[in-house]
């Protein structure tokens, strides 16, 4: 695979200034893998659950989550149906704040598998001061449609949180990693350094409306992987929701034959305990 070059890199750091500024602008080609409904329900964490909120809009103690499932079934002159489930962990506890988020994705057209998609993303934070914190966290993703058989990363590095409050939370960080890439076509593994970014952006719009936007990057020598979430979720009561959204991701260096780019719509009914 070829070293990722300037338009790669552009990429990654214009997915993250769209999010640091709160805008989000979809984008409009999507590969046919993922055009087998008008919404599809997406395979990125892109709705990680905050720690509940005490007194004062601060975080309690304890854990807090959120599931989430989306399902499209299409029959007649098209037949596809498309499967999401996803589930988000969060605790505060002192200086420390933890996350886990797991989902799945799998698509069919006309009885053939069309994507089909893994992703589990954990992150400990630990305070080091007021607004800054230091991570380490660890992500899987598998994706057959990707190229990659694989994608595994550890990564750590410091952050900083701008706002934190119910209304607004803004915070970036920054850091270095180690990641594994198994190649689908010749089962080839490569390993390599990477470094890593992410910008979360949360606004409180209404008494039960957020409009939230997400991106991560990590690019090494043999990939470059950015994403980017934009959605807008409503409370209908304390326990269920539902969120619509658009994640666009894109891989510098994918084998031969594949796209860089994929895009999914999403439409999600959301469960929070």
Same mark, same amino acid.
């Given at each position: 695979?070829?070293?990722?070059?300037?338009?790669? /890199?552009?990429?990654?750091?214009?997915?993250?200034?769209v999010?640091?500024?709160?805008?989000?602008?979809?984008a409009?080609?999507?590969?046919?893998?993922?055009q087998?409904?008008?919404?599809?329900? /997406?395979?990125?964490?892109?709705?990680?659950?905050q720690?509940v909120?005490?007194?004062?809009g601060?975080?309690?103690e304890?854990?807090?989550?959120?599931?989430?499932a989306?399902?499209v079934?299409?029959?007649?002159?098209?037949?596809?149906s498309?499967?999401?489930?996803?589930?988000?962990?969060?605790s505060?506890?002192?200086?420390?704040?933890?996350?886990?988020?797991?989902?799945?994705?799998?698509?069919?057209?006309?009885?053939r598998?069309?994507?089909?998609r893994i992703?589990?993303?954990?992150?400990?934070?630990?305070q080091?001061r007021?607004?800054?914190?230091?991570?380490?966290?660890?992500?899987?993703?598998?994706?057959?449609?990707?190229?990659f058989?694989?994608?595994?990363?550890?990564?750590?590095?410091?952050?900083?949180?701008f706002?934190?409050?119910?209304?607004?939370?803004?915070?970036?960080?920054?850091?270095?990693?180690?990641?594994?890439?198994?190649?689908?076509?010749?089962?080839q593994?490569?390993?390599?350094?990477?470094?890593?970014?992410?910008? /979360?952006?949360?606004?409180?719009l209404?008494?039960?409306?957020?409009?939230?936007?997400?991106?991560?990057?990590?690019?090494g020598?043999?990939?470059?992987?950015?994403?980017?979430?934009?959605?807008?979720?409503?409370k209908?009561?304390?326990?269920?929701g539902l969120?619509?959204?658009?994640?666009?991701r894109?891989?510098?260096?994918?084998?031969p034959?594949l796209?860089?780019?994929?895009?999914?719509?999403?439409v999600?009914?959301?469960?929070?305990f």
């Amino acid at each position: 695979m070829a070293e990722p070059g300037f338009k790669s /890199t552009v990429v990654a750091v214009a997915l993250q200034a769209v999010v640091a500024g709160g805008v989000a602008h979809a984008a409009t080609v999507q590969p046919a893998a993922f055009q087998t409904a008008a919404f599809q329900a /997406t395979p990125i964490l892109a709705s990680a659950p905050q720690p509940v909120a005490g007194k004062g809009g601060a975080p309690r103690e304890g854990w807090s989550g959120r599931g989430e499932a989306g399902m499209v079934l299409s029959q007649g002159n098209a037949e596809s149906s498309t499967v999401s489930l996803k589930l988000g962990l969060a605790s505060q506890r002192e200086h420390w704040r933890h996350s886990l988020q797991l989902a799945a994705l799998r698509a069919t057209n006309k009885g053939r598998e069309s994507a089909a998609r893994i992703v589990a993303d954990g992150q400990s934070d630990l305070q080091i001061r007021q607004h800054a914190f230091w991570f380490g966290g660890l992500r899987y993703e598998s994706d057959r449609f990707s190229g990659f058989h694989y994608q595994e990363s550890a990564s750590t590095g410091a952050g900083f949180r701008f706002r934190d409050t119910e209304l607004l939370k803004l915070s970036a960080q920054v850091g270095a990693g180690y990641r594994r890439l198994s190649d689908r076509n010749t089962d080839q593994i490569f390993i390599d350094t990477v470094a890593v970014a992410g910008i /979360t952006f949360d606004q409180k719009l209404g008494q039960n409306t957020r409009l939230v936007d997400r991106a991560h990057a990590e690019s090494g020598r043999y990939n470059t992987l950015a994403s980017n979430y934009t959605g807008v979720e409503v409370k209908m009561n304390a326990k269920l929701g539902l969120s619509a959204g658009y994640d666009i991701r894109h891989n510098s260096e994918p084998p031969p034959g594949l796209r860089p780019d994929d895009a999914v719509s999403t439409v999600h009914l959301v469960y929070a305990f």
